[in-house]
């Protein structure tokens, strides 16, 4: 089983960046997928997830309406009006199965496999 993070950088305050994590080995129809980020010296954040169906997404109120998760061939993380506390290392992971809240989508420790992280570094 493989998740690769990609498409982290560098950009300024208002700016766009497009992540994406490669999933090999499961199969992503039964796998839910979250990006979760974490900045130095803060814990992992659960910030958007999307259902292993695909058909419902959830996202932290830190991000809503500025990101947006889809899942094609791979799972994708669009991040709009990015702000400097955007900036941290993005991680994706996936987890077998379905859940109903927020919270059962953002629990770091029930993740079965993790990416490598990509960083994301906003400037003002």
């Known amino acids: 089983v493989q998740l690769q993070a990609s498409g982290g950088g560098s950009v300024q305050s208002g700016g766009s960046l497009r992540l994406s994590c490669a999933v090999s080995?499961?199969?992503?129809?039964?796998?839910?997928i979250a990006w979760f980020r974490q900045a130095p010296g803060k814990g992992r954040e659960g910030i958007s997830a999307?259902?292993?169906?695909?058909g419902a997404t959830y996202f932290a109120g830190s991000v809503k309406g500025r990101f947006a998760i889809s899942k094609g061939s791979a799972v994708y993380l669009q991040m709009n009006s990015l702000k400097p506390e955007d900036s941290a290392v993005y991680y994706c992971?996936?987890?077998?199965?379905?859940?109903?809240?927020?919270?059962?989508?953002?629990?770091?420790?029930?993740?079965?496999?993790w990416g490598q992280g990509t960083l994301v570094t906003v400037s003002s």
């Open positions: 992971a996936a987890r077998y199965g379905y859940g109903s809240s927020t919270n059962w989508y953002f629990r770091a420790d029930e993740y079965d496999y």
């Open positions: 080995g499961i199969p992503l129809n039964y796998y839910a």
């Open positions: 999307i259902t292993a169906g695909g």
